[in-house]
């Protein structure tokens, strides 16, 4: 048998993409590939690309430009973009940069062995298509390969909500979700190779409706798998928010008790021009309602500072939510235009006072963050181990709240879920003992 070639993926962005890029590992694990984690000795080479924020199209170029020196070294290695800047500037990429081979958005990577088949015929191999077909039912069956503790499962893509400042309905498309039974049948399929905790992903996950109780739905027939421990999901709008997934934080025992869910703004004009389509006030009196039900919930969440229009007393509300919220951890940015979105056609605010006001935000965020990890000290959690530490003896592993926590344990420990009494807040992670 020939050697297998080898495939190098990067990947840029989201959890989704994180994902993509296993999935699309397996597409062309069954063309021949094998995974590398070096670049040089490639035979492909995949970016996997996120649009998402400033600069994404810059950055897949210039990442494309360094490969120039192993591409002429190996004129038969081939050179792919994948993902969301794939999506939105297919074309464009093709001809900016000849040494790319194929592009392939997000919607169509279980067309790639057919791209692959076209790459040095002098036909076009490139397939930004919404395809009819479901692209999970036109690739392999998950192949048993390493078994890790915790995975990603993608139920649902695409978003139609299309706030003001976000590319994701141009580039993912309108919302789709994958059917309970299939879902369900793959989530059976990591537990079986050793997954215990599984993250349910989705561009807008909790609008799920492919179980006809939505994602509750999924999530209860979920829990019933022998096996799988934990259960997490990301990322939700508030306002798809229902009573029954609210429930569940309270009574689903395997639903971890941690939330992602963005507000973007404390400012009702600025929601308003966002296009949110809920207050302040609303999303404030659902996170009561959600904190009723799981008292201990550590919330996350994502913002945006210098929305154009967003004035002193905007920014004020929104450090005025954020306090009034506490969260456990956050993703702060500043607004950057993306090419397409209605908000890209508005006059930016100045730079440097954006800028000022991430800092002021990252700072208060930070706050909070290192005040809720101090707050761990001294409680017992259960942590499921994932990996070995850096210094010899130690294990990593995730808490229910999603802390990084490091242990001396034996590695025999990996993929169990033991009870660890947090002794110290380290900057980035909480060290633990066995208790
Ligand atoms: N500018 C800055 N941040 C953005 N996000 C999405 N689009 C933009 C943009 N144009 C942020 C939002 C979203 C997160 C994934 O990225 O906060 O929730
Ligand atoms: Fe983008 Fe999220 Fe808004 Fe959808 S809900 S448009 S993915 S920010």
């Known amino acids: 048998m020939a050697d297998p070639k080898k495939l190098f993926i990067k990947t840029y962005g989201c959890q989704m993409n994180v994902y993509d890029s296993e999935r699309m590992a397996e597409v062309l694990g069954a063309e021949g590939y094998e995974q590398t984690q070096a670049m040089e000795e490639a035979d492909m080479i995949l970016l996997n690309t996120c649009h998402i924020r400033e600069k994404a199209a810059e950055k897949v170029y210039s990442e494309l430009g360094r490969l120039r020196p192993l591409k002429d070294e190996k004129p038969d290695l081939k050179i792919g973009v994948a993902g969301c800047v794939a999506q939105a500037e297919g074309e464009e990429i093709m001809r900016r940069q000849p040494l790319v081979d194929l592009v392939v958005g997000p919607q169509a990577y279980h067309r790639l062995p057919s791209l692959l088949a076209k790459t040095g015929t002098g036909q076009s191999a490139l397939d930004t298509d919404f395809p009819e077909e479901d692209k999970f039912d036109h690739m392999p069956a998950r192949p048993k390969a390493t078994a890790r503790p915790t995975a990603f499962l993608t139920v649902q893509e695409g978003c139609d909500k299309f706030c003001a400042f976000c590319v994701v309905p141009y580039t993912r498309g309108a919302e789709v979700?994958?059917?309970?039974?299939?879902?369900?049948?793959?989530?059976?399929?990591?537990?079986?190779?050793?997954?215990?905790?599984?993250?349910?992903?989705?561009?807008?996950?909790?609008?799920?409706?492919?179980?006809?109780?939505?994602?509750?739905?999924?999530?209860?027939?979920?829990?019933?798998?022998?096996g799988l421990d934990r259960i997490r999901f990301t990322t939700s709008h508030p306002n798809d928010m229902d009573d029954a997934l609210i429930d569940a934080f309270g009574t689903c025992d395997k639903l971890m008790p941690y939330l992602h869910l963005p507000v973007q703004s404390g400012s009702d004009r600025i929601l308003k021009a966002m296009n949110r389509k809920h207050t302040a006030d609303i999303y404030l009196r659902l996170i009561e309602r959600i904190r009723t039900a799981r008292p201990d919930l550590l919330l996350s969440g994502d913002f945006i500072v210098g929305f154009p229009g967003e004035t002193d007393q905007d920014f004020e509300d929104t450090m005025s939510l954020v306090r009034e919220v506490h969260y456990g951890q956050a993703y702060s940015f500043k607004y950057s235009p993306r090419p397409g979105t209605p908000a890209a056609e508005k006059a930016a605010v100045d730079d440097s006072v954006a800028q000022d006001r991430l800092h002021q935000l990252q700072a208060l965020l930070s706050e909070q963050q290192y005040q809720t990890q101090a707050s761990m000290v001294g409680r017992t959690v259960k942590v499921l181990f994932e990996k070995t530490g850096r210094q010899e003896g130690q294990l990593i592993g995730k808490s229910d709240y999603l802390h990084a926590v490091h242990v001396n344990a034996p590695t025999t420990d990996i993929g169990t879920i033991q009870t660890v009494q947090i002794v110290e807040n380290a900057t980035n992670s909480l060290a633990g003992q066995l208790a």
């Open 177 to 226: 979700s994958r059917p309970a039974s299939r879902v369900l049948r793959e989530a059976q399929n990591l537990v079986d190779r050793g997954v215990r905790e599984i993250t349910l992903l989705g561009q807008n996950v909790n609008a799920y409706h492919g179980h006809e109780k939505g994602l509750a739905g999924l999530i209860w027939a979920l829990a019933k798998i022998d």
